[in-house]
């Protein structure tokens, strides 16, 4: 892949950080947060994937979201929509089903922008697909622990992480065996990865638990 190394540009970064700061500060705010609550659970909902990425697998330097002010402008206008808007937004037909829709656009556009940075640091191929789903998922699973709820990646769902995987692994395919330019690469896969999720929710598509182990799993449930 060495003869595609280029970064995105920066607006598939920040059309994400932007969709998933509106996410954590709904979230932060219908769970009855103050503001200071709101915007952390806003950051860490938009930025966590950057920093285990950065931190953990790309080590060169501060983490890109403090090497400008762009991201925390951009967190702060999602915050500001919120607190402005979050009440009539809230009262939109659909509203649910909206916020799934921005939440599976930007698991894909996350999960490209992982994946770029670890072609650019010149991560193997099993490297790029694990930065691709740490900057997909991560900052859900950081958003999660910090509100004391066991993370959805852990659970039964509707294919929100598989279908993230799916696009790492596409992403890899199209990019390192059919030599498909990067950007033309990611737009594919946010498209399918989006198809995979809304297509998983409307016919209720779900992941499930291993039926051999369901005595243990059933009495944890009940321990709950």
């Known amino acids: 892949m060495n003869n595609q190394v280029f970064l995105l540009p920066p607006y598939f970064d920040y059309f994400a950080t ?3 700061a509106i996410s954590g500060a709904l979230l932060g705010a219908r769970k009855g947060y103050a503001i200071l609550g709101i915007i952390t659970v806003a950051i860490v909902s938009s930025t966590g994937g950057g920093l285990l990425r950065d931190g953990l697998f790309i080590q060169d330097g501060p983490p890109v979201i403090l090497r400008t002010s762009n ?21 939109f037909p659909h509203f649910h089903q909206t916020l799934g829709l ?29 930065v691709g789903m740490v900057n997909s998922v991560g900052g859900g699973i950081l958003r999660d622990v910090l509100i004391c709820r066991e993370p959805s990646m852990f659970q039964p769902g509707t294919l ?5 995987f799916i696009g790492c692994i596409l992403f890899v395919i ?26 998983a929710v409307r ?13 243990y799993w059933e009495d944890q449930t009940q321990d709950r």
């Open 203 to 215: 016919y209720h598509i779900r992941s499930v638990a291993l039926k051999s182990f369901q005595e």
């Open 174 to 199: 199209l990019v390192g065996a059919f030599h498909v330019k990067q950007y033309y690469a990611s737009w594919i896969v946010i498209a399918v990865v989006f198809t995979i999720r809304i297509l």
């Open 18 to 20: 932007f969709l998933y």
């Open 102 to 130: 921005v939440d599976a656009i930007a698991l894909g556009a996350y999960a490209v922008v992982g994946m770029n940075r670890a072609i650019f640091a010149g991560l193997s191929l099993p490297g790029i697909i694990v």
């Open 160 to 164: 929100e992480e598989s279908s993230a």
């Open 71 to 91: 991201y925390l402008v951009i967190i702060s206008m999602a915050v500001l929509v919120v607190l402005t808007f979050g009440k009539y937004i809230q009262k």
